[in-house]
């Protein structure tokens, strides 16, 4: 079965400082990865996402993740942040479960960017 | 991606009653879900939703109690059932579009009081 991990439960940062929230995952099999935006009161927006190719994935909001299949993570990182980017962010797998896929989420990381 | 609504948007209910949520897409969809996020915590995945068949729910989750229907492509809804103060919760429908990648509505924000 998989799992996810976010290490991170919170992190705070101050505006135009990089940030990287840290995701890591267990499967043992093939995975697709998921990154999800959650602002305070809406629901979930996706991100970016791995499904195959290219190992480095970018949003169009300068977020980037990289698939590192050996170190079994998805980390995903911004050069410079801005206080719009304050937001509950959660990794997420999925994995193949019979005919279909079972996507898990991670516990999530609040990303604060301060003034 | 896909535009989805849900209805309502909030609600305050009182113990032992229930309430039914809508998801509504905006295009054809084989596949809905349903999702449960606890306070601080969590997505937690309820049910699958496939048109013209029962749903699957996942373990800890029964149809007695998150009866769900589908009677189309677009459109599905969730009963939350014999509510109690523990099923305060944002409940999300979500759809895959695109292969292998889930969008999510804007989600039910409910107080069981």
């Known amino acids: 079965a998989q799992s996810v991990t976010q290490l991170d439960s919170q992190v705070p940062v101050f505006e135009e400082a990089p940030v990287e929230l840290r995701c890591n995952y267990s499967?043992?099999?093939?995975?697709?990865l998921f990154w999800y935006v959650q602002y305070p009161n809406q629901g979930l927006q996706l991100l970016l996402k791995y499904l195959s190719g290219s190992t480095l994935v970018e949003s169009i909001n300068g977020f980037e993740a990289e698939f590192n299949k050996s170190q079994t993570s998805f980390h995903l990182r911004k050069p410079s942040v801005h206080i719009s980017d304050t937001a509950e962010y959660f990794c997420a797998v999925s994995e193949p479960l019979g005919s279909a896929r079972q996507l898990t989420f991670g516990s999530g990381t609040q990303l604060t960017v301060l003034p | 991606s896909a535009v989805i609504s849900q209805k309502p948007s909030r609600d305050i209910c009182q113990r032992g009653t229930s309430l039914t949520i809508q998801c509504q897409v905006d295009?054809?969809?084989?596949?809905m879900f349903w999702y449960r996020q606890q306070p601080g915590q969590s997505l937690t995945l309820i049910a699958t939703a496939n048109q013209g068949s029962e749903a699957t729910y996942e373990s800890g989750f029964v149809i007695d109690k998150f009866p769900i229907s589908r009677p189309n492509l677009t459109f599905s809804t969730l009963t939350v059932s014999n509510m109690s103060p523990e099923d305060s919760s944002i409940y999300l429908c979500?759809?895959?579009?695109?292969?292998?990648?889930?969008?999510f509505g804007p989600g039910t924000r409910l107080l069981v009081l």
């Open positions: 295009s054809q969809v084989t596949m």
């Open positions: 979500s759809v895959e579009v695109q292969v292998e990648t889930q969008y």
């Open positions: 499967s043992s099999v093939s995975v697709y």
